[in-house]
């Protein structure tokens, strides 16, 4: 039972791996510098390895029909997404990813586009990916596979304390840098709106602007840079503004530095 749980870890975090280089290089690409396209620190997106696991025990050895892969796989992993989704908003009260642009999308958690390559690569998996995958892990003696999970499953679950930590330490500069934009809005446009976003650049040359918000801002500068690059379409549900100012201030200062 050990290592079936074993093996059953290993095929998740080589999807998680794989799920990772994708997404980085697509991102990277498209930002034309490297991304580290993940929740966690490490090279690992786990939406992809539970979405793989998905497919790997509901259509593995079941059928062998493209089309029924393709459409059953594109559901599994949709569900998935979208279930990762509504997580991250729930605990963590941001939105990490967004597809209200797109066309045919679901509450912006899932999309049509995402939809079509999440069925291509259940194909790609279920056909080619995971039987070369599952043979080469069969190949390792029992102990190397244990000795391996117990090693990869350690720092994992440290990436995964030091991102929830960051995350949580996150939420709480967000509101009381939040907090200070508030003040300075309701001070100088009380009845001025509009001008809100003019104001908040200028938000920087207020008296709220005090060493206080600038020991916050500057607070995990490395992962926050991170999560920005990361996620450029990331909306904290509750701190929106204070996330956005400083993710501004982050990345322009880097930029320039």
């Known amino acids: 039972m050990l290592i079936i749980l074993s093996k059953y870890f290993l095929w998740l975090i080589t999807y998680s791996f794989l799920g990772w280089v994708y997404e980085s290089a697509v991102c990277s690409i498209g930002e034309r510098s490297l991304v580290n396209r993940g929740f966690l620190n490490g090279p690992v997106c786990p939406v992809y390895g539970f979405g793989a696991l998905a497919s790997i025990f509901v259509l593995n050895q079941r059928t062998d029909n493209i089309i029924i892969l393709f459409f059953a796989g594109m559901l599994l992993t949709c569900m998935v997404e979208y279930i990762t989704a509504l997580l991250l908003e729930k605990l963590f009260h ?13 509450r912006g958690r899932v999309c049509l ?9 259940s194909v790609l998996l279920i056909k080619y990916i995971h039987p070369f995958v599952d043979s080469h892990i069969n190949q390792l003696p029992d102990w190397a596979i244990i000795v391996s999970t117990i090693f990869i499953f350690l720092a994992f679950m440290l990436d995964l304390y030091i991102t929830v930590r960051h995350l949580l330490l996150l939420n709480g500069r967000l509101e009381e840098i939040q907090s200070a934009f508030n003040r300075f809005v309701e001070q100088y446009a009380k009845r001025a709106d509009g001008l809100k976003n003019a104001l908040l650049d200028k938000f920087e040359e207020s008296e709220f602007y005090n060493e206080r918000i600038k020991k916050l801002i500057n607070l995990s500068r490395f992962q926050d840079i991170r999560l920005a690059r990361a996620f450029p379409k990331l909306k904290s549900l509750r701190y929106n503004d204070a996330w956005q100012r400083l993710k501004n201030i982050l990345l322009n200062t880097n930029k320039n530095s």
């Open 94 to 106: 941001a939105k990490w990813w967004d597809y209200s642009s797109n066309r045919f999308n679901f």
């Open 113 to 121: 586009l995402g939809a079509v390559v999440f069925g291509i690569l």
